[in-house]
């Protein structure tokens, strides 16, 4: 499955990037996550903390247990600070 | 209702008269304004990233549901993003109601989604740091009250 990955905020700069595209077999966001800490330090500092870490599926906040059947875009970022 | 995301600066004053203009049937109309701070005295900007696909339509839905919950007659939100320096306004919430009490609870009630739920992060720029603004447990205990789920 093919999908795109956003980073937002302090996970952006831990990662390095603000998004990319990959192909994955992931089931959930947190399959994915684990997908991800596996490349380099970057990934694993900036996912270091999952309870830090919200996620949005298609643009719908979800959670790492959302399944990611069909979507196409996931998102990383810390806990908003809007206001 | 409306819900704008934008970079440039807005004014307040003329978004408010604007908005009152609009609105029928309305006894009451609060408007809140968030103005970036400088606690330190050293802050020299507020850099606010956001989710652009995401950001407009949470904010629109943010302000249909404070609509619904409060009876409103109308609601707008206006919210930037980029460099802001102290002083400048962040974001303005003007709501309307039939009487205060709603349009000040509508208004609150805004304020608290946009707070925890709307994907913006604040991160301060002094001349030597910088730091992303973390969220606060009262934010969240905020919108906790609003739930309609059972307290514990």
Known sequence: MKLDILYFAWVRERVGKSQEAVDTNAKTAGDLVDELILRDEGYAAAFSDLSAICVAIDQELGDFTTLLKDCREVAFFPPMTGG | MAARVQE?????????VAFQADVQNAGAVVTFTGVVRDDSGCLDHMFIEHYPAMTEAALQKFALQAMEK????????IHRYGVLAPGEAIMMVATAARHRKDAFAGAD?????LKSRAPFWKKEVSKDHTKWVASKVQDEDALAAWSDAPKS
Not at chain 2, 8 to 16: I, K, W
């Open chain 2, 109 to 113: 009630y805004l304020m608290d989604y």
């Open chain 2, 8 to 16: 440039a600066p807005f004014d307040s004053s003329a978004e408010m």
């Open chain 2, 70 to 77: 409060f009876g409103l007659e109308d609601a707008l939100v």
